[in-house]
């Protein structure tokens, strides 16, 4: 079975400031891999996803994640940050094929601080 | 386009009593629809999925069921709520393949005293 695992519950940053979310998975075949967005009480949001070709994936709101397949990571990144950024971000993987589950870390807690 | 309504928002009930939750999906039809609960640190767990009418599966042994008796409507019950039932239970939908995106509906608060 696969998992995955988010390396920091809650990172502390700067405004403006350069941030890394960790994310390492583990499957014994191949993955697609996703980063969702919660701000609070609300659900979940798309970021980016990456499913094949380039490894650097990028998504909405100036995220991008590169995957790396022989450490198995997944890390998400913003050169700079901002207060609005502020929010809940969880790694996901799915197996493909006929499996639509999505198995989720148990998130990052991203603060951003003036 | 496509939208994702979750009812109640929050939803405070006492320990043994029942629960009905619903999700319904507009603006698509046949999708995969899924229930996770989220607890505070433990990340989402899925619950339930289903790919079409009347099709569940169950992820995780508990007192809650889910059913599907519309193409587009999902229901999380329990005939008596545990205090561990507590957390926010999201509803997420998505087309037929692995590789789609899943969108997440806003979500119900459960408190259970």
């Known amino acids: 079975a696969q998992s995955v695992t988010q390396l920091d519950s809650q990172v502390p940053v700067f405004e403006e400031a350069p941030v890394e979310l960790r994310c390492n998975y583990s499957?014994?075949?191949?993955?697609?891999l996703f980063w969702y967005v919660q701000y609070p009480n609300q659900g979940l949001q798309l970021l980016l996803k990456?499913?094949?070709?380039?490894?650097l994936v990028k998504g909405i709101n100036g995220f991008e994640a590169e995957f790396n397949k022989s450490q198995t990571s997944f890390h998400l990144r913003k050169p700079s940050v901002h207060i609005s950024d502020t929010a809940e971000y969880f790694c996901a993987v799915s197996l493909g094929g006929s499996n639509y589950k999505l198995t989720f870390g148990k998130g990052t807690l991203l603060t951003v601080n003036p | 386009s496509q939208t994702i309504h979750q009812w109640p928002a929050t939803l405070v009930q006492p320990v043994g009593s029942p629960l009905s939750l619903e999700c319904t999906v507009e603006?698509?039809?046949?999708?995969?629809l899924y229930w996770y609960r989220q607890a505070a640190g433990r990340g989402l767990q899925l619950l339930f999925y289903s790919v079409g009418i009347g099709q569940i599966s169950s992820e995780v042994p508990q007192n809650l069921s889910a059913s599907r008796p519309q193409d587009r409507q999902f229901i999380l019950s329990s005939k008596k709520l545990l205090l561990s039932d507590s957390g926010f239970y999201l509803c997420?939908?998505?087309?037929?393949?692995?590789?789609?995106?899943?969108?997440f509906g806003p979500g119900t608060r459960l408190t259970v005293l």
């Open positions: 499957s014994s075949v191949s993955v697609y």
């Open positions: 997420a939908w998505s087309k037929g393949q692995s590789t789609d995106t899943q969108y």
């Open positions: 603006g698509t039809s046949n999708p995969n």
């Open positions: 990456y499913l094949s070709g380039s490894t």
